[in-house]
């Protein structure tokens, strides 16, 4: 049985070559510590929502193109539903149903699975995790610059400097006056808005002759575009936007550029998209505010400003790679209980459990193996400490513990060795342990 195109599996470290959907399941784990570690730092919470949802959710305000990348079907119960292309519509019906229980402003991340019915390519697949960071109930450009300085934060965090990654920012509201200023009387209206929008977004990707071809069907002459992204007027949200984060020395990993538009419908003002440096691969995150979609989705009954971004773990974590920076995973554990003598058992198990009591982490043979197999084993999981159980002659049972990094070894009690081990664990040396297996 083969797996859909466009899905992906994740298999622990090392990952299997020759298969581009066979990804590392330990190095998702350290883009979703790093994505919840950032997110708490600001103060953000985290929600989830049901992967499957009303069909009619995506139509209200997400756009075209999402709803014809749904993965959709009729269920049991005679139900249009689809599988979540994006998590914004999720946040904004769960909003509406429930904001009388939460204080404004609310400050809310999740890390869903999302499903799009793309063409498969660099970046881009059938199912990718996304980070969504969101501010809902803060009219204040500084929300905005919040969200975007825990966009930078959380690239900071995975290593990027500002050589290597920028996010750009635009006006969404700008655009959409100069929309309202140059179409064609018969164009004004959502739909044309909407296509104009999509023209801008895909501009960088699409052969220029198409895009004019497009824009005058609107009525809007490339001239015009061309003077407008020179010209680049900066609004007052945008103005406070920067300077906001110029305050924080986040200044260098931001830039205007009204080439962003973004995609989706239902954005209203300040948005921005983070990419690669060198142009190498599609956005790594996008958002923006959403000032409407809350009243849209609660059929007008509540009225709340919001905005946040998503950054999915596609295009992160091929960057990750392309810039060496993910972490060495090969080390799962840091001791292991070597078993040599079967009348040893009892001990070492309780050794074992003492160790994973004390936040250790500890591996042992759970059925009888040669010695050197244990030990080769014990290399491999990335055990910097053996310890193995030994009798006296006078029937005293002993812990050898030795540390493979110091070289150095000790014999003590049973009672003994739990402080031994964390003593060692705990000394400088152990910089040279990764990180992600320590409490
Ligand atoms: P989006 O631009 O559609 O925005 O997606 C955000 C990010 O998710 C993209 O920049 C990209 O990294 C990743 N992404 C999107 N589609 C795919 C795909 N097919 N394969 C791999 N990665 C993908 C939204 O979804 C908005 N709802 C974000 C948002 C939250 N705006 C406000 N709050």
Partial sequence: ?????????????????????????????????????????????????????????????????????????????????ALRPEMTPTLA???????????????????????????????????????????????????????????????????????????????????????????ASSAKDASGEYAFYQIIDKLERTPLDESKKKLAALGIAWEQ???????????????????????????SYVQTDYRIIRGLAYYTGVVFEAFDRQGQFRAIAGGGRYDHLIRLLSGGRLDLPALGFGMGDVVLTELIRARGLAPNSSARIQVF????????????????????????????????????????????AGARILVTMEQAPDGMVQAKVRDLLTRQAISCTLHEATGVVLRWLASPENAAQPAQILP
């Fill in 225 to 251: 575009v061309e003077a407008f992204l020179q010209e680049s007027p900066p609004t007052v949200e945008l103005a406070a936007v920067i300077e906001n984060l110029h305050a924080r020395g986040l200044a």
């Fill in 1 to 81: 049985m083969e797996r859909l195109p466009g899905f992906r599996d994740f298999y622990p470290e090392p990952v299997p070559e020759g298969d581009a959907l066979a990804w590392s399941a330990s190095l998702r784990e350290h883009i979703f510590r790093t994505w919840r570690r950032v997110a708490q730092r600001y103060g953000f919470v985290e929600y989830d929502g049901p992967p499957l949802e009303p069909l009619g959710l995506y139509k209200v305000k997400s756009g075209d193109e999402i709803v014809q990348q749904l993965y959709h079907f009729v269920d049991k119960g005679a139900r249009e539903v």
């Fill in 337 to 380: 209980c070597l078993l040599e003598n079967k009348a040893l058992d009892k001990p070492t198990l309780q050794l074992v459990q003492q160790l994973r009591d004390a936040g250790v982490a500890v591996d042992h043979p759970l059925g009888p193996e040669k010695s050197d197999k244990q030990f080769r084993r014990a290399r491999e």
């Fill in 93 to 183: 019906r769960m909003i509406a149903a429930q904001f009388r229980q939460y204080k404004k402003p609310l400050k809310w991340f999740a890390i869903p699975q999302l499903f799009r019915y793309e063409r498969q390519q660099k970046g881009r697949l059938r199912e990718h995790f996304q980070f969504n960071a969101d501010i809902v109930g803060e009219p204040d450009p500084g929300a905005d610059a919040e969200v975007i300085a825990l966009l930078v934060d959380i690239l900071r965090a995975f290593g990027f400097s500002p050589a290597d990654v920028v996010v750009r920012i635009s006006s969404r509201s700008a655009w959409q006056e100069f929309y309202r200023r140059h179409a």
